[in-house]
């Protein structure tokens, strides 16, 4: 038993320790409440640094290179702070076709044998960016249909929802659940719809599990509070099918606002088949009560960990 424990803990350690040593920065593309608007933000900004100088690794008005460029806009709009090369900001952003180009995403370029240029799209195929040769060098604007560029044009790249996006975000997660001992416990999904607001996304939550241990299915309807993409604090009622017993004790659903409550979090996400995934682990407490007593069931009833893989999208 001690080992099953042991085994459980070094697993919830490894999930946040890599929740902390990530990067804190959101991945793309960034669900912004009024997309359209930001975009058009995202442009402005961009335009106001027009006739800065080209310096390499800069990000200020007295010298500013391509993706320092994208750096500051970003900062200064979304409060996100992208990767700082072009070549790993074509990894990041969420891919879209030349023919789909918004506004306010990212046209990326080879000019020396690989992606290592990158400006922000402002529409009718005009892009800005830093230039740092040429007959005209720093921030200025160039077309797409430039013969240069038109050779040079790789890739676009999104970073901001499109500007149709209503503002919603759907999450999905699936994964097996441990219980004490790090045995398995059963199953679990987790469907979210959230609202930004002001940093934060305020969601609901539905938490279908079943619970091979206690022999029961249960059904949460949760509000959840995420601070960021990557952390997400829940609670709410639940339905429970089944008549909970465990080692030849018998229980009842608690009920109440808090019949489920917990933390779930994604320390990290890749893209696969053109879709963000994330890996993610959860913390869960279900409310039972001892049947006939009123007091609570232990920990070793109540308590779930989970791990999974979850999609996260907007609409």
Not at 18 to 37: I, T
């Amino acid at each position: 038993m001690a080992r099953g424990k042991s085994g459980r803990g070094i697993l919830l350690l490894a999930l946040l320790a890599a929740g902390l040593a990530a990067p804190a920065r959101a991945d793309a593309p960034f669900a912004a409440a009024f997309p359209r608007k930001t975009r058009s933000k995202l442009v402005a900004a961009a335009r106001s640094y027009e006739g800065s100088p080209y310096r390499l690794g800069g990000t200020g008005r007295d010298g500013i290179d391509c993706s320092g460029l994208v750096y500051r806009v970003s900062s200064q709009v979304l409060g996100l702070y992208p990767p700082r090369t072009a070549r790993e900001l074509a990894l990041f952003c969420e891919p879209v076709r030349r023919s789909d180009i918004e506004p306010g995403d990212l046209v990326f370029f080879d000019t020396n044998g690989s992606v290592s240029h990158v400006g922000i799209f402002a529409g009718e195929d005009v892009f800005i960016h830093a230039a740092s040769e040429g007959p005209r060098r720093g921030v200025i604007e160039s077309s797409l249909n430039e013969s240069y560029w038109s050779k040079a044009y790789v890739s676009a790249g999104r970073l901001v929802a499109p500007a149709g996006y209503l503002g919603i975000i759907l999450a999905a997660s699936a994964g097996p659940g441990f219980g004490e001992g790090a045995e398995l416990k059963g199953a679990w999904a987790s469907l979210c719809a959230s609202l930004p607001l002001g940093g934060l996304e305020l969601g609901l939550d539905l938490r279908p599990e079943y619970d091979g241990g206690l022999g029961v299915f249960r059904l949460p309807a949760a509000l959840s509070l995420g601070l960021d993409r990557k952390l997400r604090f829940f609670a709410g009622p639940a339905l429970t099918l089944g008549e909970p017993s465990e080692g030849g004790r018998d229980y009842e659903p608690g009920g109440g606002l808090a019949a489920t409550a917990g933390l779930a979090w994604t320390p990290a996400a890749f893209r696969a088949g053109g879709r963000r995934l994330g890996l993610c682990g959860e913390l869960v407490y279900n409310r039972y009560l001892e049947a006939g007593g009123g007091e609570a069931a232990g920990l070793g009833s109540s308590l779930r960990v989970g791990i999974g893989l979850s999609l996260r999208a907007g609409i």
